[in-house]
Every structure is written in C-alpha cells, then in structure tokens.
C-alpha cells in the first residue's frame, strides 16, 4: 500500500514538472529570454532524475513540442548535472585557463550533444519527418567523432603521468571503453549512412538505430562519469602545477571539443615538468583523499617504480622534444621506407640516408658536391629554379615522378627552415609508391 501511494506521488510528481516545463517553454517560444526563465526550469528539472527527465522529453513531443525546442531544457539539464559533478567530486575549484577546466567543459558539450540525440530518437519514433529527423540524428553523430581529441588529449598527455607513478590499471580500462565507444559510433555511422542511402525508414529499422543510439549514449556517459568521479578528482590531487603546464602546452596541438581554451585567471609560474622528470612517490596526505580505485591501485604497487629518464642514457642529445644518440638518429634515418638526400644553404650535397634497398645510388665520394653538378645538365636549371624560390620563401614543395624499371617512384623536394624561418637547405624525399597505389579499403593494427 505504502509503495503504490509513493509511486502514486512520484507520477504526480512528473506530472506537475511536464506541465511546468511546459509552460516556462511556451514563454520561450513566445520571446522570454531563456536567462529569465532559468532559474524557473532548473527547479522544474530538480524534482526529476535523469530517467524521468527523458520521461518528461518525450511527454513534451507528444506535446508538439520541436526537438530543437526541447533542447533548451537539454542545456539546463546538462548544466545542473555539471553543477553537481563537481561539487562532490573535486577536491578544489577548477580556475578558467586550467587543462582541467577545458576537459571538463568538454565532457559538458558532450552531454549536451547526448541529450539532444534522446531527443531526436525520441522524435524518430513520432510523426515527423523521418528521413530530416534521421539526417539531424546523423550530423549530431558525425560531430561526436570530434570527440576523439578528447580522449586523445587523456590517453597522451594525463596517462603518461600516471602510468609513471605506476597507476596503469586506470589508464588501460578508460582507453578501452573510449576505444570501445569510438568504434560503436563509427559502426553506427556507417549503418545509419547505409539507411539514408536505402531509404529505409521501417519501424524496425528506425528501432534498431534508437536502441544503437540509446546504447552509444550509455557507453559515453558513463566514461563521463568514470572522468567526473575518480579520474578527474585523482589527478588533480596527483599532478603538480608544472605537470599541468606542460599539459597545458600541448594540448593544442591535439584540439578540442567545441571549446575554444581561455586565458582565464589560471598564472602558472611553475617551469613545465614532464614524466620522464617526476618522482614517482605518492605522499600519505594525497593518497589519504584520493579516490577508492586510485588508492587500492597506488598501494598495490609494490616496490617498482618507472624511474627511466631518457635524457640520462649515455651518449643522448636533444633534438627536438625528445632523445636520441647518434648511432640511434642513423639508424633511424636508414630504416625510414623513403630515401632522403641533404643539400645545405651553400647549395652542396652534404647528407643521404642508407637505406637498404636503394632508388638513387648516393656515394660518399659526392658529399660535398656542387648540387648543379648532381643532376644531369638538361634539368640543372629546373633544381636551381626550385631551391632560389625555397629560398626566396616562394614555394614550399615541388613533387614530381617517374617510371623506373616497372616501378613508380615519387619524388619531393622541401624547403628545411629554422624556426625563425631561416632557410637552411632543401631536402629531397624519393619513395617508390607502386605498391601504394595499389591499396583499397583499410588495414589496421589488430587485422
């Protein structure tokens, strides 16, 4: 009895909040601001938990109202739950600026994204225009494959610092399920673009792709979670200013998802420390207020600890961003598949890579050389046309081929600058693409 008059409530409960969401978007569809009306939707949304907020999505499509209209409370929604996430879950405020801060507001993007495809596959099983409904649906999941700069922004730049201080069980099972999702998406896509190409809106059809959709959702969200509730609390109780700095860095490089990073009022003053330079001990005060999974794993580690610096092996140098010794720099260039040649600013032959099946036979009796003596006298003036014009700074590349013996060879020049610009010769890259060419489809790692 007692169970039937609490379900009773709770229905009534959803009930009076649908009526309410509805009215607050009738006010918006008319012209209210949406920042007038938020404070009044974030209450309607409170007394609902996320399965019965879905539940009131659908009973405003049965409404009339449009998806589009529907994802105005999506972006509400999404903001509530980022409010809560954070409140229990990290130890400190996150300031604007901090790498922290653009991962969180991605994984807030990605939510909002997720709620609109509820939405939408909501919508799919209604009245409307399926084949637009469906071609909304596909260009939502077309944007989700962004999302992999996210990810990759974890598994490169968060994973290595953690691995180092020997947390690897963590890193290996989120890689998984990102990898997992990624892959769920992109079959998804696929079977959505063979639907479009068929035109084949049956019900069963359209149900199978709600229930996929239903399912990517699950998959994504929870990984939100699983970064919300333990990874994102750990390292930031782990990480050191100058680790987040070196984060901070890079990760343009790898991009974002539908942020763009703000200066914000995060200063670091710290120098950029990178795993290879970190001790990787973990102090009983931060390992007393870290998460459960990161403390079990942190105390099972035992007594190895990755303390392997790259800069330390004998005979390394700098170059770059990483380490090499000379004989490990030779033989890398040697082993490369393409053959490459070395003229300097002084227009001579000085470097050639040995490679063991060669195109171009290259002697050391050459280095040195003139490079106008290096050809054949009929194209000489095409080389010296190309290299003034690198050097002028008027081109930056002249590919060309040729038929040798059955085979087709491609061949690159490319100007070599400093980072100030500076020209510091031309680099020739000869390859031999017969077999290139003959590629169709995919291959990856795992086939």
């Known amino acids: 009895m007692g169970n039937n008059l609490s379900n009773e409530k709770g229905v009534r409960q959803v009930k009076d909040n649908v009526i309410k969401l509805k009215e607050l978007l009738r006010k918006a569809h008319e012209g209210v601001p949406l920042d007038i009306l938020k404070k009044e939707l974030k209450e309607a949304l409170s007394g609902l938990n996320p399965f019965e907020v879905v539940l009131a999505e659908q009973e405003l499509l049965k409404e009339g109202f449009t998806p589009q209209e ?25 300031p604007v600026g901090h790498p922290l801060h653009d991962l969180i507001s991605e994984n807030e993007e990605l939510l909002k994204d997720l709620e609109k495809l509820s939405v939408l596959s909501q919508a799919l099983k209604g009245f409307g225009k399926k084949d637009e409904i469906l071609e909304e649906i596909y260009s939502i999941l077309k944007s989700l494959r962004d999302f992999k700069k996210h ?53 069963t059809a359209l149900d199978e792709v709600v229930n996929k959709i239903a399912f990517l959702t699950r998959e994504f969200t929870d990984i939100v979670f699983r970064e919300s509730k333990i990874l994102f609390p750990a390292i930031q109780l782990l990480f050191s200013e100058g680790e987040w700095v070196a984060i901070k860095e890079s990760e343009s490089d790898i991009g974002f998802y539908k942020v763009r990073p703000e200066a914000g009022v995060w200063k670091p003053s710290a120098e950029p420390i990178y795993p290879y330079q970190i001790r990787p001990e973990v102090s009983e005060e931060v390992l007393s207020k870290l998460p459960a999974e990161f403390r079990a794993v942190v105390e099972s580690r035992g007594e190895f600890l990755d303390v392997y610096n790259p800069a330390e092996v004998k005979g390394r140098i700098k170059i770059g961003d990483g380490y090499l010794t000379l004989e490990e720099l030779e033989s890398l260039i040697n082993a490369l598949p393409v053959e490459i040649s070395f003229i300097d600013a002084n227009d001579r032959f000085v470097f050639y890579s040995k490679n063991k099946d060669k195109i171009f036979v290259r002697t050391k009796v050459e280095v040195g050389r003139p490079v106008e003596f290096c050809h054949p006298p009929r194209s000489v003036h095409i080389v010296k046309k190309i290299v003034e014009e690198f050097k002028a700074g008027k081109r930056d590349s002249a590919d060309f081929w040729i038929n040798m013996g059955g085979r087709l060879i491609y061949i690159k020049y490319l100007p070599v600058r400093s980072s100030e610009g500076k020209y510091l010769g031309t680099l020739e890259v000869v390859q031999d693409i017969t077999d290139i060419k003959k590629i169709e489809g995919e291959k990856r790692l795992l086939d």
Not at 160 to 188: C, F
């Open 70 to 94: 529907i994802f105005k409370v999506c972006d509400i929604h999404v903001e509530m739950l980022r409010d809560s996430l954070l409140k229990v879950s990290l130890p400190y405020e996150v």
């Open 151 to 203: 990810y990759r922004k974890l598994q490169a730049l968060v994973f290595p610092y953690l691995e180092r201080r020997g947390i690897t069980a963590v890193p290996r099972v989120l890689w998984s399920k990102e990898d997992q999702a990624m892959l769920y998406l992109r079959n998804l896509l696929n079977e959505i673009e063979g639907l479009k190409a068929s035109k084949d809106f049956s019900i």
